[in-house]
């Protein structure tokens, strides 16, 4: 079992950067994929980036790749999305999640989670 409790959220100018953090709870957070998705109101749920289990492989979304870069640290159980070069697009809830298989291999950024956060919302002004 594996709980996520996201925090860094909050407003930026566009241009500005944020730090979301995601501690995550549970001995097999460490032996599973994570990643951050997002939701607009309004919009449908995106999943923006995703890192494997051993924080050796990232993968993103074209609307945030070069800007956001997602890592880990088992040691800390816990994940984190660097949000850099904001757009006022960016603003949405962001959801911290997890994959329940362990030491799984993936080739693409993973859109199925089984473990999800509360979510912590982001807004970009313009």
């Known amino acids: 079992q594996v709980q996520l409790v996201e925090s860094g959220g909050g407003f930026a100018q566009a241009g500005g950067s944020l730090r979301l953090s995601c501690a995550a709870s549970g001995r097999a957070f460490s032996t599973v994929a994570a990643g951050w998705c997002r939701q607009a109101l309004g919009k449908e749920r995106e999943c923006v980036a995703s890192v494997n289990w051993r924080g050796t492989s990232t993968f993103y979304a074209n609307s945030v790749k070069g800007r956001f870069t997602i890592s880990r640290d088992n040691a800390k159980n816990a994940v984190y999305l660097q949000m850099n070069s904001l757009k006022p697009e960016d603003t949405a809830v962001y959801y911290c999640?997890?994959?329940?298989?362990?030491?799984?291999?993936?080739?693409?950024?993973?859109?199925?989670?089984?473990?999800w956060g509360q979510g912590t919302q982001v807004t970009v002004s313009s």
């Open positions: 999640a997890a994959e329940n298989r362990a030491y799984g291999v993936s080739y693409s950024l993973i859109r199925d989670y089984h473990y």
